[in-house]
């Protein structure tokens, strides 16, 4: 009964939060970015998902523009995989080039909180450039600032479901009420 009650009232800040702003497409503004960070998608049978390969595309662009000089890719384990999602977003990558040196490979997180709190440690004071869906974005660069991660955002585009920026809009809000994280 009371998420009746509570429904109209997060449709109506969903509809201001959902107006996600321009990311990424200039030149990276302050200090040069220390690492490129891939959140985490499905992969299946160690292959990239067509979500999580096209956040490694985007990464791999970057990487090769010089926007930073490292990738990190995130991601564990769901029950029953045989790979992390981190391990086949960085066997993609040294696929298409890019040196073991330039890569790190997160590969035990289920959300995407515990995608940016199991790289702190990594990047440290460093700028990161976070790279993950336009709906994805907003919430994502919140819970990095939320860690003390500094993070400017790069959206993945694509064709995304009205249902997905939904999602992400509530527990966007949900995050910022700590809720979830």
Same mark, same amino acid.
């Given at each position: 009964?009371?998420?009746?009650?509570?429904?109209?009232?997060?449709?109506?800040?969903?509809?201001?939060?959902?107006?996600?702003?321009?990311?990424?497409?200039?030149?990276?503004?302050?200090?040069?970015?220390?690492?490129?960070?891939?959140?985490?998608?499905?992969?299946?049978?160690?292959?990239?998902?067509?979500?999580?390969?096209?956040?490694?595309?985007?990464?791999?662009?970057?990487?090769?523009?010089?926007? %930073?000089? !490292?990738?990190? =890719?995130? *991601?564990?384990?769901?029950?029953?995989?045989?790979?992390? $999602?981190?391990?086949? &977003?960085?066997?993609?990558?040294?696929?298409?080039?890019?040196?073991?040196?330039?890569?790190?490979?997160?590969?035990?997180?289920?959300?995407?909180?515990?995608?940016?709190?199991?790289?702190?440690?990594?990047?440290?004071?460093?700028?990161?450039?976070?790279?993950?869906?336009?709906?994805?974005?907003?919430?994502?660069?919140?819970?990095?600032?939320?860690?003390?991660?500094? %993070?400017? !955002?790069?959206? =993945?585009? *694509?064709?995304?479901?009205?249902?997905?920026?939904?999602? $992400?809009?509530?527990? &966007?809000?949900?995050?910022?009420?700590?809720?979830?994280?």
């Amino acid at each position: 009964m009371i998420a009746v009650r509570i429904l109209p009232l997060l449709l109506l800040m969903t509809l201001g939060w959902a107006q996600a702003p321009e990311y990424g497409h200039d030149p990276v503004s302050g200090p040069a970015p220390g690492w490129i960070v891939v959140l985490g998608a499905a992969q299946y049978n160690g292959h990239p998902s067509p979500i999580l390969k096209g956040r490694l595309e985007t990464a791999l662009r970057l990487y090769r523009q010089h926007r %930073a000089p !490292g990738i990190i =890719v995130t *991601g564990g384990k769901q029950p029953g995989d045989r790979y992390s $999602e981190g391990e086949v &977003g960085c066997r993609y990558l040294k696929a298409q080039g890019v040196p073991s040196t330039a890569l790190r490979c997160e590969t035990e997180s289920h959300s995407t909180w515990q995608n940016l709190n199991n790289i702190k440690d990594t990047v440290g004071k460093q700028n990161v450039i976070v790279v993950t869906d336009e709906p994805h974005l907003p919430r994502a660069l919140y819970l990095a600032e939320s860690l003390g991660i500094k %993070a400017q !955002g790069y959206p =993945v585009r *694509g064709t995304f479901s009205s249902s997905y920026y939904w999602r $992400e809009s509530v527990l &966007g809000i949900l995050a910022r009420f700590g809720v979830v994280h």
